[in-house]
């Protein structure tokens, strides 16, 4: 039965072409096969909506462990592939850090002076690329606030981050990719050592202060900074980007957030449906079960691509536009059940709340540069790659 199931699922995927535009195959996998075994990926890939909402709500069945990872190789064991109890103790721990009081009382303020020190440096410039010169520092020196780890340099957040996420898609086992990843894992590990012993008032809602008051063992310290400065760096990045871009796009809708501030924070819920820039994430099988018809068996592996399941014509009318008008519904952007984003609130106060609105407040006239246009790219991980703008000096 489970031989035939995977017979009559198999699919052939291009994965360029799904890393150019995964919208096409998406849509053609959730009306054929939603359950499509993908031999080149040796996973099933869900596609629909329902059926990810299902997996994650039955944690009994579907696990989050996965020890032969890469993500388990290059970060270690962080909270994000635990489950049951060993997931919610360390989860507990961190929450302080994470919760929406803390984005508005301890991180608000400090993202507000970012934002406006990386704007001191570009408003007199009249064009950037703001992909390089905004969302990209904007992102990685939040997360040195919120991480503890202010001992580190923003430009080595950026680019550790960006070395753990090539070093856990190095399926081909590139030897400088993989070499890179440890040099970022080294990196981090050194930055802890050196700052987990600091001296802490009682303001202090770092990370790293969280996990020190709360006990938490080096190992899991390091493997959840980790899995955070991974995780923390490029979505925020890409969702900030992403929302300027979208906004600069559509300039009625873009009329519309100036003339009602509520709408910013509608609009990033919607970029980040629409181009969700964490596309997938992957689950294990813990016990034989059926899913959009096809039988699994234990130790089965399926990548849920919630970038699919946020264009589910089943779910949004026509989900392929940014529409920030559209109905409020529930996305899979931030994933769902016990792993849903912790880092959700710290986010939203970052792009939504702050970068975004303060930069069109202080940038007159930003328009695209016609000359030098966006390119998107990904799947797994999916947004803008340039943002060349201009404005008035
Ligand atoms: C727009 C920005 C972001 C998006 C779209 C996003 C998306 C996600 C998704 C889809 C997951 C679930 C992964 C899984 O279950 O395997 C996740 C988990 C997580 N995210 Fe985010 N994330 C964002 C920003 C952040 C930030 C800024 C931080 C930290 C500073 C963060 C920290 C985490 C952590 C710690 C988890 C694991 C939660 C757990 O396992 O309980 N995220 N995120």
Known sequence: MF????ELTAETVDFEEMWRDPYPLFKRLRANNPVAWVPQANHFMVTRFDDIVHVERNQDTFRSLEPRSLVHKVMGHSFMRKD????????????????????????????????????DQIEGKGKADLFVDYATPMAARCLCEVTGLTNVDWRDIA??????????????????????????????????????????????????????????????????LKVI??????????????????????PDQLAAVRADDALWMRGFEEYVRWISPIGMYPRTVDKPTELGGVMLQPDDRLFLLVGSA???????????????????????????????????????????????????????????????????????????????????K
């Open 229 to 250: 400065i991974g995780g923390g760096q490029n979505e925020p990045r890409d969702a900030n980007a992403g929302l300027i871009w979208a906004l600069l796009s559509n």
């Open 310 to 392: 946020n264009r589910d014509e089943a779910k949004f009318e026509q989900a392929d536009r940014f529409d920030l008008h559209r109905e409020k519904k529930q996305h899979l952007a931030f994933g769902s059940g016990p792993h849903f984003c912790a880092g959700a609130w710290v986010a939203r106060m970052q792009v939504a709340n702050i970068a975004v609105p303060m930069l069109f407040a202080r940038l007159k006239g930003l328009a695209l540069d016609e000359d030098d246009p966006v390119r998107c790219g990904g799947w797994a991980f999916r947004g803008v790659l340039n943002l060349p703008v201009r404005w008035d």
């Open 159 to 224: 680019r550790w981050s960006q070395a753990m996420m090539d070093a856990v898609q190095n399926y081909a086992g590139d030897a400088e990719i993989a070499r890179l990843g440890r040099e970022a894992s080294d990196g981090i590990d050194a930055a802890i050592d050196e700052m987990i012993g600091a001296r802490r008032t009682d303001e202090d809602k770092s990370l790293l202060a969280m996990m020190a008051a709360g006990g938490m063992p080096l190992d899991s310290v390091r493997a959840n």
């Open 84 to 119: 049951g109890d060993a997931h919610l103790a360390e989860r507990t721990i961190v929450s302080p850090s994470f919760s929406p009081a803390a984005a508005k009382k301890i991180w608000a303020e400090k993202f507000r002076l970012i934002a406006t020190d990386l704007l």
């Open 3 to 6: 031989a035939e199931a995977q």
